[in-house]
């Protein structure tokens, strides 16, 4: 784990069981900027029943009905050669490998594959025996909290903490899991009640179109982003359609690495060291409205603010009215303390 944004750019199942697919999104993500690329470790027959029928929006992006969710989630099986050759392709990009599983046996053999952290689908997070085995590897826990009540996720961070895990290696997403979620169900104070009620590093999972959701999340005090991304939103599947392509990828992690360095400062508030050359410029002084002999005692009438700021600060005005000058003066003139007593 780090100090600075995480960026999970997710590939889930986006790769179609096509491993060209899939190495082409490692390589996107890893041009992209992203920290890690995450896939998913799965046996159709430990997830679903043959009978379970697919989620509304896997119906509608896949379009095709008559598919049960166990025929289409065994066509994106990855095996263990599969995992094998994706790790050693993300070592050669220069990207982290990342995968999340469904059930405790993928659980035990992802950590033989020393990831360096699990993250846990929102789908599991009230299944116990998921997350007593993942809370005894004893490496970081990342759980998204998609469709769940605050009582509910607080059960679940208690199952981590009884079998090992303490509040420094437990990071929540917020999550909907909907795709794409519609903007008016984002909710995203709900990542900031989760950090303030369970004492938690919260991050955010986003399934909205597009890029602005995550990048607030980051200014809110997000420390993980994960975001589903694809070559081409138009390929069959059931994720591509709520997904980033390449380009926006990109964008996203631009845009969250400049915000991550906008709030990342002590929050006093004081002029920046780039800022300083430009008092001057934009500050004003105080002047002399009109020409000025020497012995005059000077009114309000008598003085303007005008650029530079260099000169006698206008919040001083008051000390300025009532002095005498000390010699003939020109309109326009920057008044200076020599010249008045």
């Known amino acids: 784990m780090s100090n600075k944004v995480i960026i999970i750019a997710e590939a889930g199942v986006n790769h179609n069981g096509d491993m060209s697919l899939a190495k082409k999104l490692i390589e996107k993500a890893s041009k992209a900027g992203a920290d890690y690329v995450k896939f998913q470790s799965f046996h159709a027959e430990k997830l679903v029943s043959k009978e379970a029928l697919k989620a509304e929006y896997q119906a509608v992006n896949t379009n095709d009905g008559h598919v049960t969710q166990f025929e289409m989630l065994k066509k994106l099986e990855l095996s263990n050669t599969d995992h094998k050759l994706l790790i050693d392709h993300c070592n050669e990009c220069g990207i982290k490998f990342l995968s999340t599983a469904f059930d405790v046996e993928g659980i035990h053999y992802l950590n033989g594959l020393n990831i360096d952290f699990f993250k846990c689908p929102s789908g599991e997070i009230t299944n116990f025996p998921y997350l007593k085995t993942v809370a005894k590897t004893g490496k970081p826990v990342v759980l998204s909290t998609g469709m769940a009540t605050l009582d509910e996720v607080e059960d679940a961070v208690n199952v981590l903490k009884k079998y090992g895990q303490s509040n420094s290696k437990i990071t929540l997403l917020h999550c ?19 950090a303030h ?16 959701v995550p990048v607030a999340a980051v200014a809110l005090g997000a420390c993980i982003i994960e975001k589903h ?13 709520a997904s980033l392509e390449p380009e926006e990828l990109f964008n996203m992690v631009r845009s969250i690495r400049n915000i991550e ?53 206008p919040m001083l005005w008051n000390e300025v009215i009532g002095k005498t000058t000390n010699k003939k003066l020109k309109a326009f003139t920057k008044v200076k303390w020599e010249d008045i007593q």
């Open 176 to 194: 909907n899991t909907e795709y794409p979620t519609p903007m008016n169900d984002v909710n995203l104070k709900a990542m900031l009640t989760m």
């Open 197 to 212: 009620k369970l004492n938690l590093k919260v991050g955010y999972s986003d399934h909205t179109l597009g890029i602005e």
């Open 229 to 241: 991304f694809t070559l081409d939103r138009t390929l069959p599947g059931p994720d591509h359609k």
């Open 261 to 313: 360095m906008a709030i990342s400062k002590d929050g006093l508030k004081e002029p920046s060291p780039s800022e300083l050359k430009n008092i001057s410029i934009a500050r004003k002084s105080i002047h002399l409205s009109k020409d000025i002999d020497q012995g005059m005692v000077l009114a309000e009438s008598d003085l303007i603010p005008l650029r530079p700021g260099d000169g006698i600060s």
